[in-house]
């Protein structure tokens, strides 16, 4: 029993041990309404933003979920961080199958798009750079940060905003991309050359998503001349990457590698301020292995 009463004791302690990861947003954007509802994004805005008189690179986040659940806050954690980093990060509500009644991925990709077009348009008031945009996306979001770099047809985009303004991202970041669609609607069917240089997150342990999926994903993007990483968490299972979990060393390692990234294709400047918490394990060499 008293056993017991230390556990319970120090279970808070423990469990904040070290500093949350995540905050509530600093403000939200409504980026378009559809029959009367307002979609928007939650914003985390870098330090200095109200009184700077610059531009600021954007994250915009789009979380997983089957294009069926899934919510916004998952990403705080992200938006934080990237935040800390000096950029502005969005993490976007878009269209869900059964909560708004709609057809997806198809309508899921309208507002990822939207979503970017509409942080392009509204660039200056926002103070964001069009020119150092990067998409981001978890599971069934990295569908959708992947179809605004490579899915083209007329019927993947609605009228909200002039067409001419770009949704096409200067980089994106992919963790357990789920890419199990129809043809018209898969991001790896629609490669060609002149797309944004791709970083790839992927669990060696994902039932959901077999490893050779990424690995040929990876060879496809070389192939069109398109600059491509691919990272495999050994052990990670679907989700491996997401920051809820504060101890979760590959959130830490996955975010790490982003930035060098962003750093390597002129998005960031710099070296990254992200350090792993003294509390978490260090990963090594035989946790992930490196495809570039």
Known sequence: MRHLFWFLFTLPILTWAIEPTSREPDTRWTYKSVDGKDFQM???????????????????????????????????????????????????????????????????????????????????????DPNRVVAMGDSAGGQLAAA?????????????????????????????????????????????????????????????????????????????????????GNDGKHGFCNGRNPYNAFFYWSISLADQFLVKHGILEGVSNMTFPKEVKQLTENDFQVYQ
């Open 148 to 232: 605004t770099a490579t899915l083209i047809a007329p019927q993947t985009n609605d009228d909200c905003f002039d067409l001419s303004i770009s949704c096409v991202p200067q980089a994106v970041i992919l963790t357990c991309p789920w890419f199990k669609t129809a043809p018209d609607m898969s991001p790896p069917k629609h490669l060609r050359t002149g797309l944004p240089p791709f970083i790839t997150f992927a669990g060696g342990s994902d039932t959901a998503i077999p490893l050779a999926e990424m690995e040929e994903f990876h060879q496809a993007l070389k192939a069109k001349s398109i600059p491509s990483e691919l990272y495999i």
């Open 42 to 128: 939650d914003v985390f805005l870098p330090a200095g933003y109200q009184d700077a008189e610059v531009s600021y690179p954007v994250m915009v986040i789009f979380h997983g979920g089957s294009w069926t659940g899934g919510e916004t806050n998952w990403h705080w954690p992200d938006g934080n961080l990237w935040a800390k980093r000096g950029m502005i990060a969005v993490s976007v509500d878009y269209r869900l199958r059964h909560r708004d009644q709609v057809k997806v991925p198809l309508e899921c990709v309208k507002d990822a798009k939207s979503a970017i077009r509409y942080l392009r348009a509204n660039a200056k008031e926002l103070k964001i």
